[in-house]
T-cell receptor
């Protein structure tokens, strides 16, 4: 089956630093990847849609200068949290939609970010 | 804007009992609905995807029904086991395949 990986799975950083999270589709090509964040005991909230070769589309209320998204290839999207603050601590999950595939999105295992 | 609601928020049952999880959505113009499982601190595992033309979908002990006109889906888990303990999320796609998620139902199956 389709597999999506995320790296790192855990990251702890100091306030003010930037953190990069990678999302890879391992055995398929994804024209579109999605980035979500999830706070404890809450559901997933879509942050942005990442399209290969073009600018990401951000949801209302998500700061594009703070959450930089790059979709450089059909198998890799990156999310960079710039100048991270404690309130950015969350669980970040990506998903990927296969080119020409069904509507199913395949989800990564998530990245836990803790900003001290 | 699509609103997805899941009831109940939490459910605790003894092993062997059947589980019934409910999901409702406000915009019935969907082309599918998906059920996911999430274990604590983990990503999402897709369980079932029901196309809008289908009324139900089955996989092992799982059965999901869809009533588009009333904006409802139900996930049934037969003969629950402790390993079924997790949070179950339903989601519907909107424009550009963006998924709207419910808040989830956290299930605990007691041995």
């Amino acid at each position: 089956g389709a597999v999506v990986s995320q790296h790192p799975s855990w990251v702890i950083c100091k306030s003010g630093t930037s953190v990069k999270i990678e999302c890879r589709s391992l055995d398929f090509q994804a024209t579109t990847m999605f980035w979500y964040r999830q706070f404890p005991k809450q559901s997933l909230m879509l942050m942005a849609t990442s399209n290969e070769g073009s600018k990401a589309t951000y949801e209302q209320g998500v700061e594009k200068d703070k959450f930089l998204i790059n979709h450089a290839s059909l198998t890799l999207s990156t999310l960079t949290v710039t100048s991270a603050h404690p309130e950015d601590s969350s669980f970040y999950i990506c998903s990927a939609r296969e080119i020409g595939g069904r509507e199913t999105q395949y989800f990564g295992p998530g990245t836990r970010l803790l900003v001290l | 804007k699509q609103e997805v609601t899941q009831i109940p928020a939490a459910l605790s049952v003894p092993e062997g009992e059947n589980l019934v999880l409910n999901c409702s959505f406000t915009d019935s113009a969907i082309y599918n609905l998906q059920w996911f499982r999430q274990d604590p601190g983990k990503g999402l595992t897709s369980l079932l995807l029901i196309q809008s033309s289908q009324r139900e979908q089955t996989s092992g002990r799982l059965n999901a029904s869809l009533d588009k006109s009333s904006g409802r889906s139900t996930l049934y888990i037969a003969a629950s086991q402790p390993g079924d303990s997790a949070t179950y999320l339903c989601a519907v796609p909107g424009a550009f395949y963006k998924l709207s998620f419910g808040a989830g139902t956290t299930v605990t199956v007691r041995a």
